[in-house]
């Protein structure tokens, strides 16, 4: 992507921004365009409402121009999301190269166009012999303002949708965490990789359990990255990384298996967020730890029933094997305050069914036990379209997760399964100040009017900008 300031080559296609009502002519139209222009719009009845389209070719210097003029509504109407689902539904279509021009200042919005075409030009194809063609688009007489910054954004999330886009004999504990250390060579951050034997060391069985079935043993992948030594002050991120969740000895249905391979979702997004992070040069010190691994099925599975000892000391009944993302987190969570030692925890996680019914697939529920974090962390994802919606972290659940045989059991009741995940999870926390985003809905597929089928890449941006500004 890049500006121009005048026309030296042809493109496929020209697009004009507009508003309702109002006439927005270009630098390099020339007068009789300008009159084709007006001559169709008045036969068409075009009038710039939202997403209204009106098309015309002409010849220029023997060669036929394609010009599109994309309507965006009323100018007092215009918000980012609005002006985010009309971009995204026109070019999702188009291939080739084109010139976007508008002279209307409340369109400018270069960061969030290059946001969209990153998002539709990002493809999942490396196991197809036809590539998909990309969109390549330039601006004309645009200011732009931390373009480099998106593009990097753009980056950062096409890492993270290719994780979770990769199939799970492909992408395990074992390979994600090397891809982990290539990627920080990379963008610039440091990586450690624990094995399954110190995995063990540590204390963190609640992790080790759910793993040790799988012919690939769990990994615990930090990552570091210290942009202001000056500052003790460390933001902390744990991503849940199940590469493959079949639901151990309670087991899944088959329809429901299809799709497992997004699991590990909240690691990737931990991963993608430390990209941008370490790229972008933040002056911040962030820490990330991923607990990855594959909750498969042998004689060595662990039980509903078991009782685990956790890094933190608690003991833990199991209730339901196919819960076991919150035991991954658990001893995650306890690792990072204790041997990180950092000031702020958010986790991420593809964690419960309940959230997608109570929230849908455009929604991702956030609990939080501070209130300031919660209104940055919803200030920072509205900045890209990521919608967030805080749940309640009411104390009768935390309640509900007593054991008769353990210091708590991991499942509370049926109602509220979202709420009592993350009352479980708070526990190890440790009092440090935590935040949940339950990403179960808007990881994959996510409904929203502008991301494509597959990995959405949420969230990435939203952590980045969070990270960023606190």
Known sequence: MKVVDKLEKFYDRNLILVVEGETNYCEY????????????????N???????????????????????ILGFGKKEEISDNLFREVIFKYLSDKKGSILISTNTKELVKVEILCEIVGNINYSFDEFKEKKSEKLDVEFFNIELTNLEESLILNEATDVIRNLVDLPANIINPITLAERTVELGKEFGFEVEVLDDNKIQELGMNLLYSVGKASVTKPRLIVMRYFGDRDSKDIMGLV????????????????????????DMTGGATVIGAMCAIAKNRLKKNVVAVVPACENAINGNSYRPGDIIKSMNGKYVEIINTDAEGRLALADAITYIVRNEKVSEIIDVATLTGAMMVALGTFTTGVFSNRDEVYSLLEKSCSKYGERIWRMPLDEEFAEDLKSDVADLKHMGARWGGAISAAKFLEIFAEGTPWTHMDIAGTAYNNSSKWYKKGASGVHVRGLYEYCKNR
């Open 46 to 68: 075009f009038t710039g409402k939202k997403g209204e389209v009106l098309s015309l070719n002409f010849i220029q210097n023997d060669r036929l121009i394609s010009m599109d």
């Open 29 to 44: 139209m020339s007068e009789s365009e300008k009159e084709l222009v007006e001559r169709l719009k008045e036969r068409n």
């Open 239 to 262: 991503g849940k990384g199940l590469t493959y969740d079949t639901g151990g000895l309670c087991i899944k249905p088959a329809d429901s298996m299809m799709n497992m391979k997004d």
